[in-house]
């Protein structure tokens, strides 16, 4: 519920985002009703009480993100029940009662509130279309697809596919993907039009906020594979490359440190968070480049020994070369498992995944997270980690939780890990249906992994898929998805070439600096200003945001400038 109950004479309350308007309408009584409900998102919730109203007649805002439950109470008990009902946006509803069940009729139809995806998603397919049609007229007339500016050809030597000095092709399937992750972060955390599945989940279950930031840890992996076997080829020394790697990983810390603290009730440092987006990347890149860097093999010494091996050992090459990685990753996601299943917190009982709160009947009200949460509260104290956890709302939590906490840090090196795998794959299997089966093998795999760990439901199954917590179940999916996206990406952009990545591939070539730009940067103009309180004027104003700084990204890839550290 959205608002408290009025009087019938009121004037109606003004419509919030995803409301509605609901007028109770039932016999007078000697005493008064009572109202109780709750959303059908809120797992093993009791309903609650909303409000009591003498004569029989009130009326209120509901939520329509998700069915409500709504029950009628007297002085006798349970006057009348309704079904889960999905309330439409800024429609008008009346409830009524009789045999014991609650009525609900529609008064006034909702508004669709949806239209503004559509009309966006139509002015996006007029754009690319006028793109592709300019871009074919200015190479037509130019002559030569070099000369254009939204086309970046690379030069390649002449030779056979056996020359060893062949300069390896860049796949712009890999920025394309770090962009299209890039732009959806900004768009969501400026606002994402304030639809419910452009933010983060109240708890389990996947949204589209919720992918974003695991695919960049994802498609991360990849590129350290990458790059790691050019330096492994170039046969560049370990111990300066450690040094970079603990360079990078520092400032990736600290510059994580400083965004996320740049609100005037964050300049103190007894309240400065110490977690967040970063800090895990630089955890992450730490662990998983110091194992890779010591355990090094080129692409061709493996493709050396897959040829001279028996047919077993020649399909398992990519994992035979780095099996101590694949125990090593093993070790730490079986970590996360112990410590979640067997240590409790104070009040908590082992295995505890919920939200605390209204969840389990109110029993474990300040368990959010369970053993995760009680761990960065006892290593950062409560000033110091995130105090606006997503289950705040639904679950009416008071614990903070920092869904950046470091227990989650074992289980986002596997998912870097799974990237990298990725990322060995296109390294060694050199033609592109053997990357292809190798890919959809994994991307099928983790997806039945992921299934089976969460029961293929929401909130069943023994790990529920969870950002929060980031449960095994949750790397898994994401790196079986972003498997999927490798695929359609490599195919349309690497291979067929009917696609370059634009506008994507230029938010991909400097995700760092955008990043940062749009945290800094984000609420002052002409990025973002204040807007009406309906879905269709924030939606606009939010893909403005993304665009504005795919602009910037676009601008500096034409002066060739690209930020890293």
Same mark, same amino acid.
């Given at each position: 519920?959205?608002?408290?109950?009025?009087?019938?004479?009121?004037?109606?309350?003004?419509?919030?985002?995803?409301?509605?308007?609901?007028?109770?309408?039932?016999?007078?009584?000697?005493? !008064?009703?009572?109202?109780?409900?709750?959303?059908?998102?809120?797992?093993?919730?009791?309903?609650?009480?909303?409000?009591?109203?003498?004569? /029989?007649?009130?009326?209120?805002?509901?939520?329509?993100?998700?069915?409500?439950?709504?029950?009628?109470?007297?002085?006798?008990?349970?006057?009348?029940?309704?079904?889960?009902?999905?309330?439409?946006?800024?429609?008008?509803?009346?409830?009524?009662?009789?045999?014991?069940?609650?009525?609900?009729?529609?008064?006034?139809?909702?508004?669709? #509130?949806?239209?503004?995806?559509?009309?966006?998603?139509?002015?996006?397919?007029?754009?690319?279309?006028?793109?592709?049609?300019?871009?074919?007229?200015?190479?037509?007339?130019?002559?030569?697809?070099?000369?254009?500016?939204?086309?970046?050809?690379?030069?390649?030597?002449?030779?056979?596919?056996?020359?060893?000095?062949?300069?390896?092709?860049? $796949?712009?399937?890999?920025?394309?993907?770090?962009? @299209?992750?890039?732009?959806?972060?900004?768009?969501?955390?400026?606002?994402?039009?304030?639809?419910?599945?452009?933010?983060?989940?109240?708890?389990?279950?996947?949204?589209?906020?919720?992918?974003?930031?695991?695919?960049?840890?994802?498609?991360?992996?990849?590129?350290?594979?990458?790059?790691?076997?050019?330096? =492994?080829? !170039?046969?560049?020394?370990?111990?300066? @490359?450690?040094?970079?790697?603990?360079?990078?990983?520092?400032?990736?810390?600290?510059?994580?440190?400083?965004?996320?603290?740049?609100?005037?009730?964050?300049? +103190?440092?007894?309240?400065?968070?110490?977690?967040?987006?970063?800090?895990?990347?630089?955890? =992450?890149?730490?662990?998983?480049?110091?194992?890779?860097?010591?355990?090094?093999?080129?692409?061709?010494?493996?493709?050396?020994?897959?040829?001279? =091996?028996?047919?077993?050992?020649?399909?398992?090459?990519?994992?035979?070369?780095?099996?101590?990685?694949?125990?090593?990753?093993?070790?730490?996601? $079986?970590?996360?498992?112990?410590?979640?299943?067997?240590?409790?917190?104070?009040?908590?009982?082992?295995?505890?995944?919920?939200? /605390?709160?209204?969840?389990?009947?109110?029993?474990?009200?300040?368990?959010?997270?369970?053993?995760?949460?009680?761990?960065?509260?006892?290593?950062?104290?409560?000033?110091?980690?995130?105090?606006?956890?997503?289950?705040?709302?639904?679950?009416?939590?008071? @614990?903070?939780?920092?869904?950046?906490?470091?227990?989650?840090?074992?289980?986002?090196?596997?998912?870097?890990?799974?990237?990298?795998?990725?990322?060995?794959? $296109?390294?060694?299997?050199?033609?592109?249906?053997?990357?292809?089966?190798?890919?959809?093998?994994?991307?099928?795999?983790?997806?039945?992994?992921?299934?089976?760990?969460? /029961?293929?439901?929401?909130?069943?199954?023994?790990?529920?898929?969870?950002?929060?917590?980031?449960?095994?179940?949750?790397?898994?999916?994401? =790196?079986?998805?972003?498997?999927?996206?490798?695929?359609?990406?490599?195919?349309?952009?690497?291979?067929?070439?009917? +696609?370059?990545?634009?506008?994507?591939?230029?938010?991909?070539?400097?995700?760092?600096?955008?990043?940062?730009?749009?945290?800094?940067?984000?609420?002052? $103009?002409?990025?973002?200003?204040?807007?009406?309180?309906?879905?269709?004027?924030?939606?606009?104003?939010?893909?403005?945001?993304?665009?504005? +700084?795919?602009?910037?990204?676009?601008?500096?890839?034409?002066?060739?400038?690209?930020? #890293?550290?």
């Amino acid at each position: 519920m959205l608002s408290s109950c009025t009087l019938p004479s009121s004037p109606d309350p003004e419509f919030a985002i995803d409301s509605a308007l609901l007028n109770i309408n039932l016999p007078p009584a000697s005493g !008064n009703y009572s109202l109780w409900a709750q959303s059908s998102e809120c797992y093993k919730c009791q309903l609650m009480s909303i409000c009591d109203f003498a004569n /029989g007649a009130t009326k209120l805002l509901v939520n329509t993100t998700f069915e409500t439950s709504i029950e009628i109470r007297n002085s006798n008990g349970t006057f009348c029940f309704a079904s889960p009902i999905h309330f439409g946006e800024k429609g008008q509803y009346n409830l009524s009662a009789a045999g014991g069940s609650c009525l609900i009729s529609e008064i006034k139809a909702p508004v669709n #509130s949806f239209l503004p995806i559509y009309w966006a998603c139509l002015f996006f397919l007029l754009l690319a279309v006028v793109y592709r049609i300019g871009l074919f007229g200015f190479n037509r007339y130019r002559k030569s697809a070099k000369n254009t500016i939204h086309i970046e050809k690379q030069s390649q030597a002449d030779g056979s596919d056996a020359a060893p000095k062949k300069k390896r092709k860049r $796949l712009r399937s890999l920025d394309t993907f770090r962009g @299209m992750c890039m732009w959806i972060v900004v768009f969501v955390n400026y606002g994402g039009g304030s639809y419910w599945f452009f933010d983060h989940s109240d708890w389990n279950g996947l949204t589209l906020a919720d992918l974003v930031f695991p695919w960049f840890m994802f498609i991360m992996g990849t590129s350290m594979a990458l790059s790691f076997d050019s330096l =492994a080829r !170039n046969k560049v020394p370990v111990k300066p @490359m450690l040094v970079k790697i603990f360079r990078r990983s520092i400032i990736l810390f600290l510059l994580g440190v400083f965004i996320k603290n740049n609100g005037l009730n964050k300049k +103190w440092w007894g309240t400065v968070r110490v977690m967040g987006v970063l800090q895990r990347f630089a955890i =992450a890149y730490l662990f998983l480049a110091v194992m890779s860097l010591l355990t090094l093999k080129t692409a061709d010494k493996i493709r050396q020994r897959r040829d001279n =091996a028996t047919f077993i050992k020649a399909a398992l090459a990519d994992i035979l070369a780095y099996w101590i990685n694949y125990v090593v990753i093993a070790v730490l996601t $079986l970590v996360w498992c112990l410590i979640f299943f067997l240590v409790p917190a104070p009040g908590c009982p082992a295995g505890y995944l919920g939200p /605390g709160g209204l969840s389990e009947g109110g029993n474990y009200w300040n368990c959010t997270g369970g053993i995760t949460g009680y761990i960065d509260l006892k290593v950062f104290g409560r000033a110091h980690i995130y105090g606006f956890p997503t289950s705040e709302v639904l679950y009416n939590t008071s @614990m903070p939780f920092d869904p950046e906490g470091l227990l989650g840090c074992l289980t986002s090196i596997l998912t870097v890990f799974l990237g990298f795998q990725a990322g060995q794959i $296109l390294l060694i299997y050199q033609k592109p249906k053997d990357r292809l089966i190798r890919l959809l093998f994994w991307a099928v795999l983790y997806g039945l992994i992921s299934g089976a760990l969460c /029961g293929f439901s929401q909130n069943e199954g023994v790990l529920p898929v969870n950002k929060n917590l980031w449960t095994p179940s949750f790397a898994t999916v994401l =790196a079986s998805l972003g498997y999927f996206i490798i695929i359609i990406f490599y195919i349309i952009i690497d291979e067929l070439e009917l +696609w370059q990545g634009e506008p994507f591939y230029f938010v991909g070539m400097n995700s760092l600096i955008i990043y940062l730009g749009h945290g800094i940067f984000g609420q002052y $103009l002409p990025v973002q200003w204040t807007v009406g309180d309906d879905h269709a004027s924030k939606l606009y104003m939010h893909i403005w945001g993304a665009c504005f +700084w795919t602009i910037v990204a676009y601008l500096m890839h034409l002066q060739k400038y690209y930020f #890293s550290i």
